[in-house]
């Protein structure tokens, strides 16, 4: 069958598969034994059809005799349940156990592989906190311990920072301190959130530990791991700056109408996370998943869609997960590339096909760059801290924040990079603060001086509450943005579910809020939009502050999608930020550029035919074709990639 792999690979137009992920009883069957002949042989075949290799380090599903060895290896849940081999994932992080067994496995993978001439890049464990993001097991409370003395130093500066004279939790002793095991009630928050980063760290040591023996090993060869678009445990943030290649496993729900919107803010994020260098589309699925209830197919060339979308927000790559749909185990009825069927009668393969062989015409494409004069300010900690309970609503979701403010940019094709708070903000026209909840010292003086120096910036409520030890910013909220945004919020009105309140705009348009209202008092601001009726009646809803150079609004409700759209349209444009093409509504446009030259990539989202008013002429790429100024044609589902003008 792997003779037949390759070839049908070639036909596919394959040039890099990801290998061994999930091998190491296969590696390694007996503990220090390694049986590498049949990875050899794959290896060379792959080398000798001219593909290359994404070689896994196989670390991310240990062996049965592990665990049957040292049972302590093993995960803990926060009720003390043990989680055991028989599925995949099934390890403690911080435990040395699993640690020096998979540094061996790695050290051996590495000497033998790293001269291989099919070797591209290393795929470290694999999806990184997807099934076990914590443990809560002994090894990992002394880990935890650990990891704590190292940031505060001594037991009375944890207890500041824990503020633990609250409900008794006052440690005298460092034995004394659990990671956030099942407690009677809410477990201290900002306990909490210091695990969340120990969690998130611990998994990233473990990487680290990898990363370095294939370094030494075989410098040179870029080092990925794949990351799982808005993965909340681990902060990607700090995960990307390790990584020589940032990849990303992309599973949208066809069933979901916003799924396109969704994957391209996803592409954004990969983008940005690795500093606007083009990262990898890791795994897709060719049609159907098999781990939701109901596993809706992709409708035909809704996967070639998706997979130009990557591309067109700064992928050079595109692979699936996975390559022949297997016979047996947990995911058989996962799409592959190749089905169970004969391929000869598979639309799937045919449409795997096409791909492959289109995106062997995009060269030009590899090595472009994404320019947003857009910036989206997100970042992890905040996130973890805003969906900690015991809040005045545990409503505010932070993915749903940076939706409701990227809906409107995706609709109108406004490209936006995401930035953590503290990033040098200078190159950007516009910066969106969707939420955020926690925010230190430097990251409001950052946000803060790029409105002083001329920026543009809307905030969203809740913003500006808590600073890093989940502690409130005293002083009137939002204390640390309160002299930027000219106001101060006297009171939180939360909406019950189904409660909406409304808002009429200054210019005498009328929309409505729901999920959150406040009491703003404003020192300075002016209303853009007002409440109507109720108890906040005439009191400000949306504002607009003069700040230094810049201009600062503040949106105190989540307003319908319509006024969303219309005040962001109208704060985009005064900030002189153009979309990249005014189109026919469900076709997506972006563009990656080389030097001054463009790349024009044209999405249809829709599953019927519409025309696209284009400027400019140029070559489709796709199929080669010469393009004219006017009206292009896309199919259902099409997609074009054009040469602007060379
Ligand atoms: C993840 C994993 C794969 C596979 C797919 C299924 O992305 O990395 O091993 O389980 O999910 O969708």
Redesign the pocket.
């Known amino acids: 069958m792997w003779e037949e792999d390759v070839r049908l690979m070639q036909e596919a137009g394959v040039n890099l598969v990801s290998l061994g ?1 999930f091998s190491w009883s296969r590696i390694e069957p007996y503990e220090g034994r390694y049986e590498m002949a049949w990875l050899d042989r794959v290896m060379d075949l792959l080398h000798a059809g001219g593909i290359a290799v994404d070689l896994a380090t196989a670390t991310a599903s240990p062996p049965p005799w592990l665990s049957r060895h040292h049972p302590e290896m093993l995960p803990a849940t926060a009720d003390g349940v043990r989680l055991w081999h028989g599925a995949r994932q099934h390890y403690c992080p911080s435990s040395p156990v699993y640690r020096g067994a998979s540094k061996r496995l790695v050290e051996q993978m590495a000497t033998h592989y790293a001269s291989h001439p099919a070797l591209a890049m290393w795929h470290v464990g ?2 990184f906190g ?1 099934h076990v993001p914590a443990c809560y097991c002994d090894v990992s409370a002394e880990a935890f311990r650990r990891w704590l003395e190292a940031r505060y130093g001594s037991i009375d500066d944890l207890n500041r920072a824990w503020g633990t004279d609250f409900w008794s939790q006052r440690y005298s002793d460092w034995g004394e301190v659990l990671p956030p095991r099942r407690t009677p009630t809410w477990p201290n928050p900002s306990q909490q959130l210091d695990f969340m980063r120990f969690s998130s760290d611990e998994l990233l040591a473990c990487y680290e530990i990898e990363h370095a023996v294939l370094t030494e090993h075989s410098p040179g060869v870029p080092v990925t791991t ?1 990351f799982m678009r808005f993965f909340k445990p681990l902060d990607y943030w700090k995960w990307a700056e390790r990584e020589d290649i940032v990849t990303d ?1 992309v ?1 949208q729900d066809p069933s979901d109408p916003e799924a396109g919107m969704r994957s391209a803010m996803a592409g954004d994020l990969m983008r940005s996370l690795g500093r606007g260098r083009p990262w990898v589309l890791m ?1 897709q ?1 060719s049609s159907r ?1 098999n ?1 939701r209830e109901v596993n809706v197919a992709k409708a035909p060339g809704q996967m070639r869609l998706w997979s130009y979308q990557a591309v067109a927000r700064g992928a050079d790559g595109v692979m699936f ?1 996975q390559w022949r749909q297997s016979r047996a185990g947990a ?1 058989k009825f ?1 799409s592959a590339m190749v089905p169970h069927g004969p391929v000869s009668s598979s639309p799937v393969w045919k449409e795997v096909k096409q791909l492959g062989q289109e995106l062997h015409g995009l060269d030009a494409v590899c090595g472009s760059r994404v320019n947003a004069d857009v910036a989206i300010v997100f970042d992890w900690e905040s996130w973890w801290a805003l969906e900690l309970p015991s809040k005045p609503s545990i409503r505010i979701r932070q993915e749903a924040q940076l939706e409701d403010y990227y809906r409107p940019l995706f609709a109108a094709n406004v490209i936006a990079d995401f930035v953590r708070p503290t990033d040098d903000l200078s190159r950007y026209k516009l910066v969106l603060v969707p939420n955020l909840y926690l925010v230190g010292d430097d990251g409001a003086a950052a946000l803060t001086s790029f409105v002083r120096n001329g920026g543009t910036l809307v905030m969203g409520f809740f913003s500006g509450i808590a600073d890093p030890f989940e502690h409130i910013h005293l002083g009137g909220y939002p204390a640390p943005f309160a002299d930027m945004l000219g106001l101060r919020v006297a009171d939180w009105l939360p909406l019950a579910d189904g409660e909406s309140v409304e808002v009429v705009f200054a210019d005498g348009g009328k929309g409505h809020g729901d999920l959150w209202s406040e009491l703003i008092e404003t020192s300075g601001a002016k209303a853009v939009a007002s409440f109507g009726g109720g108890r906040l009646d005439r009191h400000a809803a949306v504002t607009r502050h003069e700040f230094g150079g810049g201009t600062a609004y503040y949106v105190g409700t989540r307003l319908d999608q319509a006024s969303m759209a219309r005040l962001l349209h109208t704060v985009w444009t005064a900030a002189g930020v153009s979309p990249q093409l005014e189109g026919p509504a469900g076709v997506e446009a972006m563009r990656r550029s080389v030097g001054r030259r463009s790349i024009l990539f044209l999405l249809n989202h829709r599953p019927s035919a519409v025309d696209v008013p284009l400027a400019q002429a140029g070559t489709n790429l796709v199929d080669g074709s010469p393009v004219h100024a006017g009206l292009f044609r896309l199919g259902p589902y099409g997609a074009a990639v054009i040469r602007e003008g060379w």
Do not use: P
């Open positions: 992920i694999n999806e997807c794949n496993d599973y795994e699925t998943v781990w997960f995911e996962h």
